[in-house]
């Protein structure tokens, strides 16, 4: 059964950490790895991955795929408190879409 | 420019009680999916839409019927709701890359 798992559940860090989220899968047919944030709303896009080894980044967020290793991170650096929300990892396959249960993080001052 | 809409933000409901939930786009998007988001369960897929008149059923499709006679809308019913549909409800569209453009959202109670 196809399968994505993140961890940590929940994080909490202190204005200026760099944090580290993972984000690993079982999927049949691969076709890519999407990172999004959720605050109190609607999940927001932050990063398609489909290549193994290429860092995507924006800003002080980057992110990078192992499609060997089938496992994903997501990298915040220097945090700010507008940084806490769930970032959920999503994997698609032809047409369908597996999300992970997500990382709670939280930037205290 | 809306983009992608949902309607109602919130719903009261009871069981048995048959209940539709909106979702419009403006950009024409091939794709449209509906998820459920529950505490520990994350996002589940419920259906989704690769055209009009085109539906396939997710991981989660019991209990809900989907319909998308124009591409612009894909409305969801629950057909008789019980309390385990009490949920947020997401739509969601894509076309042309893996990217998903959510909407904001269905908070549905079913007492």
């Known amino acids: 059964e196809d399968k994505v798992v993140q961890s940590p559940l929940s994080l909490v860090v202190h204005e200026g950490d760099t944090v580290t989220l993972n984000c690993s899968y079982e999927v049949t047919n691969f076709r890519s790895l999407l990172w999004y944030k959720q605050e109190k709303k609607a999940p927001t896009f932050l990063f398609m991955l489909?290549?193994?080894?290429i860092e995507k980044k924006s800003g002080r967020l980057s992110s990078i795929l192992d499609k060997k290793e089938l496992f994903s991170i997501l990298n915040i650096t220097a945090t700010q408190t507008g940084d806490s929300a769930i970032y959920l990892c999503?994997?698609?396959?032809?047409?369908?879409?597996?999300f992970g249960a997500g990382t709670r993080l939280t930037v205290k001052p | 420019d809306a983009g992608i809409t949902q309607s109602p933000r919130y719903k009261i409901t009871e069981t048995g009680r048959q209940v539709t939930l909106m979702c419009h786009q403006t950009w024409s998007h091939s794709y449209m999916f509906w998820y459920r988001q529950d505490l520990g369960h994350g996002l589940r897929l419920i259906y989704y839409s690769a055209a009009a008149d085109i539906t396939d059923k997710g991981e989660v499709p019991d209990g809900y019927v989907v319909s998308r006679s124009k591409t612009e809308n894909f409305p969801l019913t629950l057909e008789s709701a019980t309390r385990s549909q009490t949920s947020v409800y997401f739509c969601a569209t894509q076309q042309g890359t893996d990217t998903q453009y959510f909407g904001p959202g269905t908070r549905l109670t079913v007492l």
């Open positions: 489909t290549s193994s080894g």
């Open positions: 999503a994997v698609r396959n032809n047409n369908d879409m597996r």
